[in-house]
């Protein structure tokens, strides 16, 4: 915060203190890792895994599952009919019978999330 008082124009990630890194540690409080790609593959699927995602795997959800992004920032999905998403390979090397098809579209009527497409429910 001082340095923020100090230089205001740098704002507040170019003020940061050279220690303030993401870091891991064990539960006794030893430091396992501290660097900038510690935790690579989390939010940045395509980089490798930094050494804290290593040692603390996050773990699938349905939503990660059905594509959506570990950040968490869709209010509301756009959303695509229960075929085209079979027919598009979402559920990946899944063959579905014709009862399981006409099952989900009964479960989703509206549709089921395309998150490849912005959010629709964020306030403009």
Sequence with gaps: MGNI???????VSRNRPDRAVDSC????GSLIASERSVWDGVLEDRRRDGACTQQFPIYSSSRREAGAPFEGGIWKCATRSVRRAIDRGVYGAWRS????????????PDGVCDYRRPDVGAAR
């Design 97 to 108: 019978t014709a009862a399981e098809r006409q099952r989900l579209a009964e479960i989703f």
């Design 5 to 11: 008082e100090a230089d205001p124009r740098r704002g």
């Design 25 to 28: 540690f064990t539960t006794d």
